[in-house]
Structures are given as structure tokens and as C-alpha cells.
């Protein structure tokens, strides 16, 4: 089937009933109090509702999808493109024209640009600069202070990110400076997404200035990243040389707001993710400090006394499911959103065109159909004999499908590099301060995490 195509209730003609609708909703609001006061609590009941149902937020109806079969159904099904509320309000630092926002050749287009990037094998040309990260950490952090760990997450996501795919020493120093803004546009975007208030937003307030000027400011940036690279002469086997060499399917040269989206839409998704994981990953470690004294017995019987390197990291393997185990438990990538192009069936039901549909990866890691005892911390259910038991689709922190995130296999072998370096040099101990509670926003995250690393 094409995205163009009427899709399968319409092929067969066959009169499908609609998705019934959650209970819970009060008059003129419908479900969006209840999903704007606790929308983690709110998504995960949503399964004893139903495996598909409507909401009424205010007076429009959203699709929400609550069965594992059904989310990675939709992320295959070719009737569901990348739209609706949440893009909408990305779209002002995405672009159009990246390959997070486009959808249909000129998104298949860009990731055939892209891909290569993040192959399997062009990873480990990535391993010494996640590993000097990591170190770097170790360093920075050996003072005894405590540690922000919001302010020191990002900052080593987004070097990772900047310095093995946009390569160059233009990007160690400039890395500080996507950090800065990218911090500021992910909390006022997400603001802007569940409190739309439209105009108020141009009023020139300070919180608005300087969302404004942030946003510019990275725009900016990007644009001095193409402008350097170009005037530099040189063509490193790196992303940006291949997004400067993209051709369009005539052949031609792709334009110059193509490749800012591009820069855009690959650098900032990547620390988001990343930085909102390293969090996570370390709350789990303060909250296991078990888990962590496993870690590091894990390291020293594989990698000994040396540094840990990247050639290490598939060894690592009780390592690799905690970070696995703390994806499922905290996604980065808490709530998806798509749109339909066509009429069409899901679970039985009909969902039309032109319809809302969400689905939280963050309800589904943690459904109780799905997992045995799923609110608890078990790295150890991801061992080859267990992890057979999850259903298909249970478990896609990455997602599935045409949309599914390049970055999978470097975002776990950074995390797991990462986590193996930290938990062999240090335990970790919430200060006070901390709120680990979860902050809801682009993606999911410990709120204001305040930790001490107390060397081993
Ligand atoms: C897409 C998760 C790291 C670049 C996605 C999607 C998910 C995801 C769930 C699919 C979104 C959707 O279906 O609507 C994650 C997680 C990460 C991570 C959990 C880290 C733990 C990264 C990194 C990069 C990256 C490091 C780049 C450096 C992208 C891009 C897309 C994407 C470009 C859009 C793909 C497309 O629409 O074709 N990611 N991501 N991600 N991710 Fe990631």
C-alpha cells in the first residue's frame, strides 16, 4: 500500500465501527485536564480503556494506541505520516525540510543521505571520541562537588553528537554554544506545545526574548557550521560532507534550507535523547548502587586494569541492559505522535483521515500484559533466556519502521561506554536538593537531579 492509497477499510468497504471512547472525560474539556495534570499516569491507564480509543481534548478527538501489536502496526502502516500538535510546535526549530519533519521521497531521500553515518560499521570510527567524553567526565567530576547533572548530561551528549558527525575542531569549541541554546528551546517548546497560547508568545517578555533569541542564535550557529566547513575546503567522511554532497532525485545539488534543516534536525534530537538517558542512566545508579558495584566487577573482569575502550563495549553486556532496563522503565522519547493520510483500520477499528493518533512507548514498556513485575528495575530480564518472553513491539525506546531512530546503535554504544567508564570510577549519591522526580517535556527526564561521585 501507498501512502496515497484509501487504506484497508476503504479498500474492502466494509463499515468498521470507531474506537470507543476512554472513560474519565468531564464536559468541555473532555480527557485534557486529566492528561495535562499527569499525562504519564494518564497514558499508562489508558490500556484498561481499550488497545485503541478516542479522547476528547477540548473539542477535537485524538486516537490513542495502547497494545504493543497495534503501536508497531501503525509504525509500519504507510497511512500514518509525521504531523499533528507535537511536530507543529518543533517546527519552528526543525524546519520542514529535515528528516525528522519530511515525510513521503523526501524523507526517504534524506535518510538514504544520512544513513551511511550511522552504520554499524562507521560506528566504531566514532569509539576514541566517546571515549575521551566519558574521561572527560571522569575529570570534571572528580572534584567532590555536586554535580548538576542536567547542565553536565547535555553538554556530553551534545559534544558526542557534534564532534563524530560534524567533525572538526570548529565543533569542539562551538559545542558549548548548541548546548546553551538547545537547553532553553527544549523547555519553551514544550511549554509552547501543551499551553498554546499563540500571540502571547511574540510579547517581549524576558522568558520570550530569550527563547527568541536562542532560537536564532542556533540557526545562526548552524549556518556558520556550513559556512566554516566550506570555506575550509575540506571533506572529512563525515555527516556534513555527506549532507554538502547530497544530490535531489534530479540530480541537483539539494538547497542551502535543505541542508540547515538537515544540520538541525540530526544535531538537536540526538542531545535531547541522549542527554535526558545519561540522566536517567545515573539516577538508576544512585538508586542501585548495586547495580553499579555490578558494573564495575563486569569492566574489571573484561577490560582489566586499562581504560575501558569502544572495542570493549560489546562485552559489556550486563552494562549494555542497564541501559536497556533504564530505557524501558524512563524512555527518552516518552509520547509519538503521527497522522493519518487516508481512512483506515487499526485494531479492528476505524481511524479517519486526517486523524490524531498518539501512543506512549513510555505506557507500553511499563504494561503489566507485557512484562512481568514491570515497575521494577531488572536489568537481568534482558538476559538471552528472558528477553524472548517480551512481545514484539513491547519494548522500541528507537521506535520501528521507516521513522525509526538512525542513531539506535550509536546512541547504545555511547551510552554504554559512557555508563561502563562512570560506574567503574565512581558511586553516585543524590544531594540534597535533587528532585528526581520525572519532568515531562520533548522527552522525558529526572527533573533537577543533584548528585555527589564519590570515587571508588
Ligand atoms: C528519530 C529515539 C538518539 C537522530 C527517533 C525516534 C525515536 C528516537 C523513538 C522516532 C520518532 C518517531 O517515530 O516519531 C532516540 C533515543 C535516543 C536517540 C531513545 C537515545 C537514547 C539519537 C541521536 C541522533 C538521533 C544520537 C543523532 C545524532 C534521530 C533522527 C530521527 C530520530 C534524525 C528522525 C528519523 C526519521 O524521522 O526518519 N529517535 N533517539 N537520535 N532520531 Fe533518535
Known amino acids: 500500500m501507498t501512502v496515497e492509497s484509501a487504506g484497508p477499510a476503504a479498500a474492502t468497504g466494509t463499515a468498521l465501527s470507531e474506537p470507543p471512547v476512554a472513560g474519565g472525560a468531564v464536559p468541555l474539556l473532555g480527557h485534557g485536564w486529566r492528561l495535562a495534570r499527569d499525562p504519564l499516569a494518564f497514558l499508562t491507564r489508558l490500556r484498561d480503556h481499550g488497545d485503541v480509543v478516542r479522547l476528547r481534548l477540548g473539542p477535537k478527538t485524538v486516537y490513542a494506541v495502547t497494545a504493543p501489536h497495534l503501536t508497531g502496526a501503525l509504525a509500519l502502516s504507510p497511512d500514518y505520516i509525521i504531523a499533528g500538535p507535537l511536530w507543529e510546535s518543533l517546527e519552528s526549530l526543525l524546519g520542514k525540510e529535515g528528516v525528522a519533519t519530511a515525510n ?22 566514532y569509539g576514541p571520541v566517546m571515549a575521551e567524553e566519558a574521561y572527560a567526565l571522569v575529570d570534571r567530576w572528580s572534584t567532590g562537588e555536586v554535580l548538576d547533572v542536567t547542565a553536565e548530561s547535555f553538554r556530553a551528549a551534545v559534544r558526542v553528537s557534534a564532534r563524530c558527525l560534524m567533525r572538526g575542531g570548529y565543533m569542539d569549541v562551538h ?124 569492566v574489571e573482569r573484561t577490560v582489566g586494569g586499562r581504560p575501558v575502550a569502544f572495542e570493549d563495549v560489546r562485552k559489556l553486556t550486563y552494562t549494555a541492559n542497564v541501559v536497556v532496563e533504564t530505557m524501558r522503565l524512563h524512555p527518552a522519547v516518552w509520547v509519538l505522535t503521527r497522522r493519518t493520510v487516508a481512512d483506515t483500520e487499526l485494531g479492528g477499528y476505524r481511524i479517519p483521515a486526517g486523524a490524531d493518533v498518539i501512543y506512549s512507548p513510555y505506557a507500553v514498556q511499563r504494561d503489566r500484559r507485557s512484562f512481568d513485575r514491570p515497575e521494577q528495575f531488572d536489568p537481568d530480564r534482558w538476559l538471552p533466556g528472558r528477553s524472548g518472553e517480551v512481545p514484539k513491539y513491547a519494548m522500541a525506546p528507537f521506535s520501528v519502521g521507516n521513522r525509526k531512530c538512525p542513531s539506535d546503535h550509536f546512541s547504545m554504544a555511547e551510552l554504554t561506554l559512557i555508563t561502563a567508564v562512570l560506574a567503574t570510577a565512581y558511586r553516585f549519591e543524590q544531594a540534597p536538593g535533587s528532585d528526581p522526580r520525572p519532568r515531562i517535556g520533548i522527552t522525558l527526564r529526572p527533573r533537577a537531579l543533584k548528585v555527589r561521585a564519590v570515587p571508588r
Do not use: W
Open 104 to 125: 513521503g521521497p523526501l524523507h526517504r531521500r534524506q535518510r538514504r543521505t544520512i544513513q551511511p553515518a550511522f552504520r554499524l560499521d562507521a560506528i566504531p570510527g
Open 175 to 298: 559545542a558549548e554554544r548548541i548546548c546553551a541554546d538547545l537547553a532553553t528551546l527544549f523547555s519553551g517548546m514544550y511549554q509552547r506545545m501543551v499551553v498554546p497560547l499563540g500571540p502571547l508568545y511574540r510579547v517581549p517578555v524576558p522568558s520570550n526574548r530569550e527563547f527568541n533569541r536562542a532560537l536564532a542564535d542556533l540557526h545562526l550557529l548552524v549556518d556558520e557550521i556550513v559556512a566554516d566547513r566550506r570555506a575550509s575546503g575540506r571533506k572529512p567522511d563525515d555527516l556534513l560532507t555527506a549532507l554538502l554532497d547530497a544530490k535531489d532525485d534530479q540530480g541537483e545539488p539539494i538547497g542551502e534550507q535543505e541542508i540547515h534543516d538537515q544540520v538541525i534536525a540530526i544535531l538537536t534530537p540526538g542531545s535531547e535523547t541522549v542527554g535526558s538517558m545519561l540522566m536517567s542512566l545515573l539516577l538508576v545508579l544512585t538508586e542501585h548502587p548495586e547495580t553499579g558495584d555490578r558494573i564495575r566487577a563486569e
